[in-house]
């Protein structure tokens, strides 16, 4: 028969393991939906990725960090993307309120980054020197479908307190099982 310290440290340790158990569903991890995304865009006069569809649709999702890394493949270029939807300005420099990159030429290519965390809807990207260099910038909210969300391994992350715990429930049973056959012992 068990004696009652050894019941409450048992006890004890029984509530700690379904505790450490538990910590998963009292506080969740929270899933990340925005990725880094790089995306490759050449300038020519005749319009961004010049191919038999220039001027590429450029599809994000919210919350996304987008990098453009900008090439000229003919003269002086700069990447605007309009930003606060007032239209495409071929003025040669970029508009308040627009995110731009830095003039890039065939030997100075560059690039910008765009956080599209508070980004959301349809905006056009343009070369601030060339009109026919425009295209779509799409930002999807975080809730569509895009983006690759990992399940996670609740039993991964909480096996290594499992296994504590249960070590420790063991060292516990073994402390109580030596400490009462020496009570034993001194009784005799």
Not at 100 to 118: A, G, K, L, M, R
Not at 145 to 158: H, K, N, Q, S
Not at 164 to 171: N, T
Request: with cysteine; aromatic share 8%; hydrophobic share 40%.
């Amino acid at each position: 028969m068990l004696n009652r310290r050894f019941s409450i440290v048992l006890f004890s340790a029984l509530l700690l393991a379904v505790v450490i158990l538990g910590l998963p569903n009292l506080f969740p991890i929270p899933r990340v939906a925005a990725i880094n995304r790089t995306i490759t865009l050449v300038g020519l006069v005749s319009g961004w990725n010049f191919t038999s569809t220039p001027n590429p649709t450029i599809t994000v999702i919210q919350g996304d960090i987008v990098t453009i890394n900008l090439s000229s493949g003919d003269t002086l270029h700069q990447f605007a993307l309009d930003v606060d939807k007032d239209g495409a300005k071929f003025t040669g420099s970029c508009s308040t309120g627009d995110t731009c990159s830095n003039q890039f030429t065939p030997s100075t290519p560059t690039s910008v980054v765009i956080n599209t965390s508070s980004l959301s809807g349809t905006y056009t990207y343009f070369c601030t020197i060339h009109s026919s260099m425009v295209g779509s910038f799409v930002v999807n909210p975080s809730t569509s479908v895009g983006g690759t969300e990992v399940p996670i391994d609740r039993l991964a992350l909480v096996a290594p307190y499992l296994g504590l715990a249960s070590a420790q429930a063991i060292l516990v049973a073994i402390t109580a099982y030596m400490i009462r056959n020496r009570r034993k012992e001194k009784k005799k």
